[in-house]
Structures are given as structure tokens and as C-alpha cells.
């Protein structure tokens, strides 16, 4: 079949195993399709006494609230070419890395929840575990690498089966929310009189309250995370490289049926000041400090965003580590407090923590964001940085967000990066992550 060819065959329940179920809800069937967590998660989740989500009510849920978002803001439809938004929409995967920069994906979510699903080419079969993909077509590769001069043409093709789609599910409404789309695509819908909105406020939106069964999710990933975090601290020794250390991290991830990782930011000694050097073959040596921000895309696709940061060896702090990593601990347990539902990003930025004046400059990027299939809405800023990048809004239960911090003077050889994932309740807030603290670096000096 042609990359550009059209399929409009419903997905036939037929093509879906019988066989039995695993705990949530999946096919038992040593040879499916779709990807999930291993019997090793499985059997760790049981030890652990978590209950895995059942995944039918949780993409019942996500579509439930992205139909919500389309009509409240009188849209048509919804157009994504995001493989996250994509994977929210019909919890469907394929080549997740290279799809985000090859946009061979797109899907269409309609105000009354009918969904098409554009896939790369000979791929259907990779949607059939969910009947909520009514149907998979192809023809959303017209970028330049799959199209080269034909890329007007093949964006053109594309916007007319939008067009029908719109004329079929939406009558005389041309309101489409887009995410992200290819010049061409963009100007091809618009030439046919498609009105286009900012369709990353209706995704993010969406996404940013977590259900039931997202939250029983997010446990089981960050169950496994936390797993790998620790087989990823017994690795550590003088002597390896960064990469060594890193690389527990990923295999531990996957071993359990995780996806992957966003980020390489792993650092040790003089590497953790400035922060955002991504590991590398650096030889880690006794003393010093090993530092990491998880960013991990686990099990269920959620993502697990925490950070640490280990003495290397059996070594006795200096003062100055101390310092670094008690600012670093105080700042995000105080800003953990702040967290409940009805508190305001404006307010959580005036009443956070103050960071001492040393290590101001080089503050992270934002004191607290959200998180769910990656990092997402809100992001909560310092108070230095709120005017130019701060926007309205409000902390609600179902939020799942992280606190943290980046400690490191200008000029310096320490840094310090901690961050906690936590769950906004009725009542408050639940930390997620149990990893512990490095006590040596919280002792009295």
C-alpha cells in the first residue's frame, strides 16, 4: 500500500485476540501488538500491593475530556500531528521519537468523539487493540523527506479529506484546533476556508486533570521508575563513566516496559555547575556529586519526572555540598507545602520559596510544572521571571505536578538538582515519589 493511499475500513473487532486478560485489562497474548509493562513490572506492582489501571476506562476518560474542550470552545474537531496528544487521543503508539520530528502521524478527534487516525504506511494493525479509532487512513506524510517536491500536492490531498471530514461530522462549522502541522498543510486547510485555532489549548487543557485510572498509571510508572533509580545508584562507583550510570537507568526502564527517555541530564562533579550538561564519557570520581533529572517516559507512556543528586562513594561531605544540597531539599519541601487545589500560579510564585541571593541566577527554569505523557501544563515560574513568561491559572485536584530545584553558584564547581512529583487532592497534595533523600548531605555540619 502507497504511503499516500487512503484506507477507510472501520477497525474490525475480529482482528483483536480472544485470549485472556491481563490485571489491566489487556490481552494475555505472548504475541500481541501493542506494547504494555512486563511480568517483571506486573509481578513488582503485586509486591508492592498497586493496582495497574484499566486502560479501556482510561482512553474512555482522555477521550471524554478532549470531546469537552472541542465543544466548549464550538470547534469542529481537533487536528494533531503531536504523538503525545496523538497517544492521548487513541493511546496508540508507533515510532514515538521519530514520528515527533517526522510528522508521518495525524489523527482527528470530531466534536461527537469520532476518530480518524492517519498512520505510516502498512501500520493499521498497530490501532487495533482499541475500537475508539474508528478509522485508520495514510497520507499525512508530506514533509519534505517523504515528499520532496510533491509536498504542496500531497498537503492538498491531505486538507481535502479534512475538508470532507469537517463537512461530514461538523455541518457548517469550519472551526478546526490544530496542534502542530507542516507549512503546506497549514495553508493548503486555509485555502479551502478552514478556519485554524490554537489547538495546544485544548490538548493541554484536556490533559492536565488526570482521572482514576491515569493516577493508578502514574503509580505503577513511577513504581517502576524508582526501581531502575536504584539500580542505577548500586551501579554507581568511582571509576565508570557517566554514561555507565545512565545507562542502568534506560535498561531498567525498559526492561520493565517503559518507552524511553526525554532527556541525558546526568552530570558529576564539576559537570552539575552549570546544570543542563547532558552526560557523557566523564570518569565519576570518589567524593564528589553525582547528580540526575529522570524525565522518563515508563510504563503506560506516563512520564516519571524526578531528580536526585548521590555522594559518589563512601566519602564524608564537605560543608559546601551540604550547604548546596540543604538549600536544594529546603526550598522544594517548602514549595511542596504550597501545593493545593485553588492556589494560583501567581500566588504559588509570590509565596514560594526564596532562593538566597547567591544562587538566584542560576535558578531553574520554573519552580513547578505538570506532568502526565511528558512534561506539560502549567509551568509556575520564579518571581524574576514572571512577568515576561507567567500566566493565570489555578492549581485542581487530579494535577499531577513536580517541585524542584537547581542549586549552583556562579562560577562554582557544586550543583545540586532535586525534584519531587506530586498528586493535587481535594484536600492537598500526596508526593508520589518515595525515593529517599541522601542523609549525608542533610547532616548538621
Given at each position: 500500500m502507497s504511503v499516500f493511499s487512503v484506507s477507510n475500513q472501520k477497525i474490525d473487532p475480529s482482528r483483536r485476540r480472544a485470549a485472556g486478560s491481563k490485571l489491566d485489562g489487556t490481552p494475555d497474548d505472548n504475541d500481541r501488538v501493542e506494547i504494555g509493562p512486563t511480568a517483571l513490572a506486573f509481578s513488582e506492582w503485586q509486591a508492592a500491593g498497586l493496582t495497574p489501571p484499566n486502560l479501556e476506562r482510561m482512553r474512555r476518560f482522555r477521550l471524554d475530556r478532549l470531546v469537552a474542550e472541542i465543544r466548549k470552545h464550538d470547534y469542529a474537531g481537533l487536528l494533531c500531528f503531536d504523538p503525545l496528544n496523538i497517544r492521548y487521543a487513541t493511546d496508540t503508539t508507533n515510532m514515538q521519537l521519530w514520528t515527533a520530528h517526522n510528522f508521518a502521524r495525524a489523527c482527528f478527534v470530531s466534536a461527537d468523539g469520532y476518530i480518524v487516525l492517519w498512520d505510516f504506511h502498512n501500520c493499521d494493525h498497530l490501532s487495533a487493540h482499541t475500537?475508539?479509532?474508528?478509522?485508520?487512513?495514510?497520507?499525512?506524510?508530506?514533509?519534505?523527506?517523504?515528499?520532496?517536491?510533491?509536498?504542496?500536492?500531497?498537503?492538498?490531498?491531505?486538507?481535502?479529506?479534512?475538508?470532507?471530514?469537517?463537512?461530514?461530522?461538523?455541518?457548517?462549522?469550519?472551526?478546526?484546533?490544530?496542534?502542530?502541522?507542516?507549512?503546506?498543510?497549514?495553508?493548503?486547510?486555509?485555502?479551502?476556508?478552514?478556519?485554524?485555532?490554537?489547538?495546544?489549548?485544548?490538548?493541554?487543557?484536556?490533559?492536565?486533570?488526570?482521572?482514576?485510572?491515569?493516577?493508578?498509571?502514574?503509580?505503577?510508572?513511577?513504581?517502576?521508575?524508582?526501581?531502575?533509580?536504584?539500580?542505577?545508584?548500586?551501579?554507581?562507583?568511582?571509576?565508570?563513566?557517566?554514561?555507565?550510570?545512565?545507562?542502568?537507568?534506560?535498561?531498567?526502564?525498559?526492561?520493565?516496559?517503559?518507552?524511553?527517555?526525554?532527556?541525558?541530564?546526568?552530570?558529576?562533579?564539576?559537570?552539575?555547575n552549570p546544570w543542563f550538561q547532558e552526560c557523557g564519557p566523564r570518569i565519576i570520581q570518589q567524593g564528589e556529586l553525582l547528580a540526575f533529572d529522570t524525565d522518563l517516559i515508563g510504563t503506560y507512556g506516563m512520564c516519571v519526572d524526578f531528580s536526585r543528586t548521590w555522594m559518589v562513594g563512601d566519602f564524608v561531605p564537605t560543608n559546601e555540598?551540604?550547604?548546596?544540597?540543604?538549600?536544594?531539599?529546603?526550598?522544594?519541601?517548602?514549595?511542596?507545602?504550597?501545593?493545593?487545589?485553588?492556589?494560583?500560579?501567581?500566588?504559588?510564585?509570590?509565596?514560594?520559596?526564596?532562593?538566597?541571593?547567591?544562587?538566584?541566577?542560576?535558578?531553574?527554569?520554573?519552580?513547578?510544572?505538570?506532568?502526565?505523557?511528558?512534561?506539560?501544563?502549567?509551568?509556575?515560574?520564579?518571581?524574576?521571571?514572571?512577568?515576561?513568561?507567567?500566566?493565570?491559572?489555578?492549581?485542581?485536584?487530579?494535577?499531577?505536578?513536580?517541585?524542584?530545584?537547581?542549586?549552583?553558584?556562579?562560577?562554582?564547581?557544586?550543583?545540586?538538582?532535586?525534584?519531587?512529583q506530586l498528586l493535587i487532592t481535594e484536600t492537598g497534595h500526596e508526593n508520589l515519589t518515595t525515593?529517599?533523600?541522601?542523609?549525608?548531605?542533610?547532616e548538621q555540619f
Open positions: 475500537p475508539l479509532v474508528r478509522e485508520v487512513r495514510h497520507g499525512a506524510s508530506f514533509f519534505y523527506f517523504e515528499s520532496g517536491d510533491r509536498v504542496e500536492e500531497h498537503a492538498a490531498k491531505f486538507a481535502a479529506e479534512l475538508d470532507d471530514l469537517l463537512r461530514l461530522h461538523g455541518g457548517t462549522n469550519r472551526r478546526l484546533a490544530v496542534d502542530k502541522i507542516e507549512t503546506a498543510g497549514y495553508e493548503a486547510l486555509q485555502k479551502l476556508g478552514v478556519e485554524i485555532f490554537e489547538g495546544q489549548a485544548v490538548t493541554e487543557i484536556a490533559r492536565v486533570v488526570k482521572g482514576p485510572d491515569e493516577i493508578l498509571a502514574m503509580r505503577c510508572a513511577m513504581h517502576s521508575c524508582e526501581a531502575a533509580v536504584a539500580e542505577m545508584q548500586a551501579r554507581m562507583e568511582p571509576g565508570i563513566t557517566e554514561n555507565d550510570v545512565w545507562a542502568e537507568l534506560h535498561a531498567g526502564n525498559i526492561r520493565r516496559g517503559g518507552e524511553w527517555i526525554e532527556t541525558r541530564l546526568l552530570a558529576s562533579g564539576p559537570r552539575c555540598q551540604k550547604d548546596h544540597y540543604r538549600v536544594a531539599h529546603e526550598h522544594i519541601s517548602a514549595n511542596m507545602e504550597l501545593m493545593q487545589p485553588g492556589m494560583t500560579f501567581e500566588e504559588m510564585t509570590h509565596k514560594a520559596h526564596r532562593l538566597p541571593e547567591r544562587f538566584r541566577n542560576q535558578r531553574y527554569s520554573c519552580l513547578a510544572h505538570g506532568v502526565g505523557l511528558c512534561d506539560e501544563y502549567p509551568a509556575i515560574r520564579y518571581p524574576e521571571d514572571y512577568e515576561a513568561s507567567g500566566y493565570e491559572g489555578a492549581l485542581e485536584p487530579g494535577m499531577i505536578m513536580t517541585v524542584e530545584a537547581y542549586i549552583g553558584a556562579d562560577g562554582g564547581n557544586v550543583g545540586v538538582k532535586l525534584e519531587d525515593y529517599p533523600f541522601e542523609e549525608r548531605l542533610l
